[in-house]
């Protein structure tokens, strides 16, 4: 059964329990919440780095570059060829200082693909992460809450059963595109910040 979920903004949309708010004429405003990464300039920029199906043999190809505006843009071209089939950018590794019952906020602008936001931690087991999907508006703005204890084990992509999240060894994140649609893709992100659990029911209240 899904749970109460809050209208926020105008446009509401739900992958899972992924809240997607799309903000018209408000591309500006932002959340409350500790930010995690912001993305003006280079050194915000070099903090990122991209992971692709080359990896695994495929031909997917991405960057990362400013998207102006301090956001950081995510594109590039996502190919099948040779058993591949995705691309993603993640933040290079640092503690976050993540605890339970935290949400991740973060502003987009999608081209309408889905994507999927990734938390990593320190794990021996090959393309592990914690991840959930959600769906961009094309050329909108958009902010997405993800709450932590929503996030799905995985390793390639598959459930991995028993492995609950510790907040507090989360080390990194990222956003992966692996929609199986070849193709051109672009995302801007504005910022990644952290809502906890106290600001949460604060902002709910007020909401109701």
């Known amino acids: 059964m899904s749970p109460k979920l809050h209208i926020l903004f105008a446009v509401v949309c739900l992958i899972g329990n992924v ?11 932002l959340s409350p919440g500790r930010e995690l990464f912001d993305f ?12 692709n199906d080359g990896v695994m043999g495929g031909r997917s190809s991405s960057r990362v570059d400013s998207g ?22 993640r933040s290079r590794g640092g503690n976050l200082g993540l605890k339970q019952g935290d949400t991740i906020i973060l502003k987009v602008k999608g081209d ?4 999927t936001f990734n938390a990593y931690v320190p794990r021996r087991r090959m ?11 094309k050329d909108q703005w ?13 390793s ?15 080390n990194s994140v ?31 209240r007020s909401a109701g």
Request: charged share 20%; proline share 4%; glycine share 12%.
């Open 40 to 51: 003006v300039g280079r050194q915000a920029l070099s903090k990122w780095q991209i992971v």
């Open 142 to 154: 958009a902010e997405v809450r993800v709450p932590l204890d929503q996030l799905v084990a995985t």
């Open 112 to 115: 309408g693909r889905k994507y």
């Open 68 to 89: 102006g505006d301090g956001s950081m843009r995510f594109s590039g071209v996502l190919s099948l060829a040779n058993n591949g089939g995705f691309a993603s950018t």
């Open 127 to 137: 393309a592990f992460s914690y991840r959930v999907e959600f769906k961009t508006v």
């Open 19 to 29: 809240t997607v708010a799309n903000e018209p004429g408000k591309s500006e405003q």
């Open 156 to 170: 390639f992509g598959r459930v991995v059963r028993g492995a609950s999240l510790n907040p507090a060894e989360v």
């Open 174 to 204: 990222g956003i992966l595109l692996g929609d199986k649609k070849p193709g051109p893709f672009k995302i801007l992100i504005k910022s990644i910040k952290v809502e906890s659990a106290s600001n949460g029911e604060q902002l709910t």
